[in-house]
């Protein structure tokens, strides 16, 4: 019984040291667009309506190469898409994706479409990884457009 409670205080050490990591790397990404110039039309592609813009210069070429192929591998792995008032959350199993795997893609997401606003859970006892995007409303739409919804 000490074991689990351990191992379970140890879960939710490891899911906070990621939370704070994540809102860093995020943060920090935010205060470098606000000081930097505003983005001109060039740099922004609208896609499906104005508020949601793809900021198209926020990554370099290597990045969006990388994250394309691990958005490809999160849409692919992918056990379920479950539908909410706010937006999508996305399904995986921890033995295909990883934690820091959706870390690391919320990361440079949050680089290109800022208006997201993203959620990881670990749930049920560490046998259901989460990621639910969500934000203002129309970003349902966004989503749907932009992320292959399929049969999952």
């Known amino acids: 019984m000490k074991t689990e409670k351990k191992l379970a205080g140890s879960r939710n050490a490891i899911a906070a ?3 704070l990591s994540l809102l860093e790397m995020i943060g920090n990404g935010a205060s470098a667009k606000a000081q930097g ?5 060039t ?14 210069k926020a990554l370099s070429s290597a990045e969006r190469a990388s994250h394309k192929q ?8 992918r ?5 909410s008032e706010k ?12 934690l ?7 990361a440079a997401e949050g680089k290109c479409c ?3 606003d993203f959620h990881i859970d670990l749930e049920r006892e560490g046998s259901l990884l989460c990621l639910r995007l969500t934000g203002a409303e129309g970003v349902k739409a966004f989503i749907r457009a932009e992320f292959p919804m399929g049969t999952k």
């Open 43 to 56: 740099e922004k592609q609208t896609v499906s309506q104005k508020k949601f813009y793809c900021n198209i």
């Open 100 to 106: 820091v795997q959706l870390a690391e893609w919320v």
């Open 37 to 41: 110039p505003a983005a001109s039309n």
């Open 17 to 19: 040291g990621v939370s």
């Open 87 to 98: 937006g999508y959350e996305f399904q995986y199993s921890p033995k295909d994706v990883s």
């Open 114 to 116: 800022p208006f997201f």
């Open 79 to 83: 056990k379920d898409t479950v539908e």
């Open 70 to 77: 691990l958005t490809d591998k999160l849409m692919a792995l």
